[in-house]
């Protein structure tokens, strides 16, 4: 395929274009159609990106390797008001997805993700492992604002779903290779065939490395460098397609990976209470105590160092055309996952506060769909069932001067406390759903829609703390029904207006760090939200495109987390139904194609997100405040410039920029949390064969290397600092693809 006609899938994000190389008239042809053949399943249903009804983008497989984007954290620079981030001890495979300011950072078991991360339908319902690789993957979609009727509990801020090639007829073998500065190593082989006339086959197996960033100093032989990346990973899928109306597919994926804790330091702040020794201060910390180099970490613990994450899924789905008018879908699904981690939270020699951690979960899904396509309606129903079983334990912990090895006291003293600390949690969910949606013609130019779901949730844990004298139990039920209403209306053969209602819920639960006392482990209410949306999309021109979304969102019994480092015995984190909160905003993403050879992708987006009301005796969150983790603009520039040379080969000159502005690390206003602003740069300039066969590419990866903070929070007398990891990176990428 002519790399011109990539340039349409960059621009188009996705799209199917003719595969001749040089005939000038179906290059023409296809930059007029690009557009027309953007589709997305963001409904359950395969429809045109420009006719859905909601605010949804689409990353193709092009885009996602000339953008240089490795995992999922690397999709949250591109989206408009999509910020993905991470704090999880130090774990690089945790991800926390924030849309339009509603997210989660933390990752304990009994803490639910406000936006839903989706593997093929499949729910992975975990922060941690959703740091998802991008290999074998066709596209990924990014549904923005609730989604509470196809898409259930926790997709308060929307949804992604990461869709990857599946088994055809393709007849081919692609292998890479990558090799950079920082010592970057990485390639992956991906298979695509038929092995008999009903059966088909996709396989991909990658590997990746890179050096770290700073060292353990205080380590005799540290395990890994911080910072240090390694992990293997694979996926197989196999089609059978048992006769015209029914085909099966079985998946199978997993990943290993073990890598250095993410960069990680300290600043040090005012004492919360310099006249109280035993409010979890630290005034032993002194600057001269932290390394020179902020990468480097001072602990002497060993093993902290390190990070683990380690899973494997498999999934079995059915698609039978019933009728003409009827289809049903059948999919289940058993993922498993563990992880290794933790932080030496004062981030010096000294044993003040020092939380390894481990944790795991199993999930099980299941969900039938019926399906129907009228003349002029359409709608899909389903039923559906989740369980998980997970865990998160800590130990041995250390937090001064409650769970200390020697007794040691803020002040230099020694006392009789000498023992270190341990926790676990645990919880098993229960899920269950049953929605319908549908939309209906009302005219060539008119459709109005709609959906219904109905939730409910049964949770039920137990934990045992230092301030426990026994475990405790607990269970709680949470239900809802959430609906949506929509209409669109095709103002011309290329633009589409529409206007949609929306309401979201996210399922109450537990706290994640009761270390206050059995008092604390108790529920907090479900949180509801009603979206207002309008928008406008489709091609303006048939050299540009356009998607407009502005939207109102109201929030009630908001559930937001306060960290309070002076409760003894451990860092305690609660969550509150705080309030109220409200955000506003606008997104608009347009591709211009300025000439045949020279191309331009942009994304705004505008959000203005603030807490309305708070109730009385909520601790530490003001009204006005700003939800976390919410920069106001997101801004991605992406352009392409295309060479066709003599030979019949094309360079292709990609280069990409992602801002986000300032923010707030927690909900809870510390100007010591402030997040300042950042901007990233890359480039991708390849070379294709004549026989489209073979690529070669040099890349530049945050190129100006702008290190910059991805968490903060305030501790006691410091602030931890998690530090970005994707520092600056050169190198070449070799591609070649063998037709079987």
């Keep these: 395929m002519k790399l011109r006609h990539f340039s349409q899938l960059s621009v188009a994000v996705v799209a199917a274009l003719s595969s001749s190389a040089f005939a000038e008239q179906e290059k023409t ?50 989206v408009p008001n999509l910020n993905i ?30 936006v839903g991360v989706y593997l093929d339908g499949v729910y992975l319902g975990r922060q941690m492992g ?61 298979f695509n065939n038929s092995l008999t006339d009903t059966v088909s086959m996709s396989a991909s197996v990658s590997y990746k490395q890179r050096d770290g960033v700073g060292e353990a100093i205080n380590l005799v032989n540290p395990a890994n460098e911080i910072g240090e990346e390694q992990e293997l990973s694979g996926r197989m899928a196999l089609k059978w397609q048992a006769n015209s109306d029914l085909f099966f597919v079985f998946s199978v994926d997993g990943v290993d990976n073990e890598s250095g804790q993410s960069p990680y330091t300290i600043e040090l702040t ?20 932290l390394p020179s180099n902020p990468d480097d970490l001072a602990t002497t613990v060993a093993g902290i160092e390190s990070t683990a994450y380690s899973g494997w899924g498999t999934s079995l789905s059915a698609h039978w055309d019933i009728n003409n008018t009827y289809t049903t879908k059948f999919i289940t699904s058993y993922r498993s996952s563990e992880y290794e981690g933790g932080l ?60 200390t090895p020697d007794g040691l006291l803020n002040d230099g003293t020694t006392a009789s406390f000498g023992n270190y600390g341990y926790f676990d949690i645990n919880q098993e969910t229960n899920s269950y759903a049953a929605y319908i949606n549908a939309s209906y013609d009302l005219s060539d130019d008119l459709t109005v829609g709609g959906g219904l779901r109905y939730s409910k949730d049964k949770k039920e844990a137990d934990a045992q703390f230092p301030s426990f004298a026994t475990r405790k139990y607990v269970s709680a039920d949470f239900d809802a029904v959430t609906w949506d209403v929509n209409a669109s209306y095709q103002l011309s053969n290329n633009m589409n207006l529409y206007g949609q209602i929306q309401k979201g819920y996210q399922t109450g639960g537990f706290p994640p760090r009761p270390f206050g006392g059995p008092d604390q482990f108790v529920s907090f209410d479900e949180t509801k939200a009603i979206n207002y949306e309008l928008g406008l999309k489709g091609q303006v021109h048939e050299d540009i495109s356009m998607m407009l979304a502005v939207f ?9 987390p306060f960290s309070d480092p002076t409760a003894g015995g451990g860092f305690v984190t609660i969550v509150e139904n705080a309030g109220e909160s409200k955000a506003q905003g ?46 106001r603009w997101t801004v991605m520039l992406a352009p392409s410039y295309f060479v066709d040379l003599s030979n019949g080969g094309t360079v292709a000159i990609n280069a990409n ?84």
């Design 29 to 78: 042809t296809a930059k007029q159609d690009a557009f027309e053949k953007i589709e997305v399943t963001a409904r359950k249903r395969t429809e045109s990106i420009f006719e859905s009804p909601t605010a949804v983008t689409s990353i193709g497989e092009n885009l996602i390797d000339k953008a240089n984007m490795s995992n999922l954290e690397d999709i949250g620079k591109y």
């Design 85 to 114: 981030t991470r704090y999880g001890v130090g774990n690089a495979a945790h991800a926390s997805v924030f849309i339009r300011g509603i997210g989660l950072q933390d990752h304990v078991i009994t803490t639910d993700p406000g």
């Design 130 to 190: 959703s740091n998802l690789s991008l290999p074998n993957v066709e596209r990924v979609e990014v549904l923005r604002g609730p989604q509470g009727t196809l898409y259930g509990r926790n997709t308060l801020g929307g949804a992604v779903n990461i869709i990857t090639k599946q088994p055809g007829d393709e007849g081919i073998v692609t292998t890479t290779a990558k090799v950079g500065s920082r010592n970057r190593l990485a390639g992956d082989v991906y």
């Design 270 to 289: 005012a004492p919360l209470d310099a006249n109280d020794p035993f409010n979890g201060d630290f005034p032993l910390l002194t600057e001269d105590m």
């Design 344 to 403: 030496d939270d004062d981030a010096v020699a000294l044993n003040l506060s020092e939380f390894p951690e481990e944790g795991g979960a199993d999930q099980y899904s299941f969900e039938i769909q019926l399906n129907g396509s009228y003349d002029n309606m359409d709608f899909v129903s389903g039923l559906y069932f989740f369980n998980e079983d997970g865990f998160t334990s800590s130990g041995p912990f250390v937090f001064s001067p409650f769970n």
């Design 552 to 560: 109102v969102t109201d929030y009630t019994d908001l559930a937001l």
């Design 586 to 631: 606008i997104e608009l993403e347009t591709t211009i194609a300025f000439t045949d050879d020279f191309t331009l992708r942009s994304a705004i987006g505008y959000l203005d997100s603030e807490i309305t009301e708070v109730d009385e005796g909520v601790q530490g969150i003001g009204k006005g405040d700003s939800p976390a983790l919410t920069p």
């Design 657 to 740: 920029y992602s801002y986000r502005s300032d923010m707030q690390g927690q909900s809870v206003y510390n100007q010591s949390e402030h997040i300042e602003s950042r901007e990233l740069v890359g480039f991708n300039i390849s070379y294709l064969n004549p026989n489209g066969d073979f690529e070669v590419t040099l890349y530049g990866e945050n190129v100006l290397n702008e290190v910059y903070d991805v968490g903060r929070l305030q501790q006691s007398g410091f602030v931890g600092v998690m530090r970005s990891n994707d520092r600056s990176e050169f190198g070449l990428k070799f591609k070649k693809e063998f037709e079987l």
